[in-house]
């Protein structure tokens, strides 16, 4: 019933940004922890970030950290991922995803939304 869709995806050169939302509609967000993942052509999907359901602990792949920043307003049932200093390595589908659960690890989302095309060019 949780539906998640994500927006703001797009092309962009090597070393520009971009900023990714993601907006919950049939549950609010409160009740869940929030994670992006993306998928690189050829490649299998990878763990980006995660954020608690409060917003007060987040978690970064090694690749992204220092360069991503997640961040959630469930006052609005969205969830971001600003992206920075981006390189060809960022090309993937963006998907954002949803946990229940109180503990978690980024296996356990279960709930996806439809993903977002981001390229970044050399």
């Known amino acids: 019933q949780l539906q998640l869709v994500e927006s703001g995806g797009g092309s962009v050169q090597a070393g520009g940004s971009l900023s990714l939302s993601c907006t919950a509609s049939?549950?609010?967000?409160?009740?869940?922890?929030m994670g992006w993942f993306r998928q690189a052509p050829g490649k299998e999907r990878e763990f980006v970030a995660t954020?608690?359901?409060?917003?007060?602990?987040?978690m970064y792949a090694d690749s992204v950290k220092g360069r991503f920043t997640i961040a959630r307003d469930n006052r609005k049932d969205t969830v971001s991922l600003q992206m920075n200093k981006m390189t060809p390595d960022d090309t993937g589908v963006y998907y954002c995803?949803?946990?229940?659960?109180?503990?978690?690890?980024?296996?356990?989302?279960?709930?996806w939304g439809q993903g977002t095309q981001v390229t970044v060019s050399s």
């Open positions: 995803a949803a946990t229940s659960s109180m503990y978690f690890k980024p296996g356990d989302f279960d709930s």
């Open positions: 049939g549950r609010t967000l409160v009740d869940y922890a």
């Open positions: 954020i608690s359901r409060a917003g007060t602990s987040t």
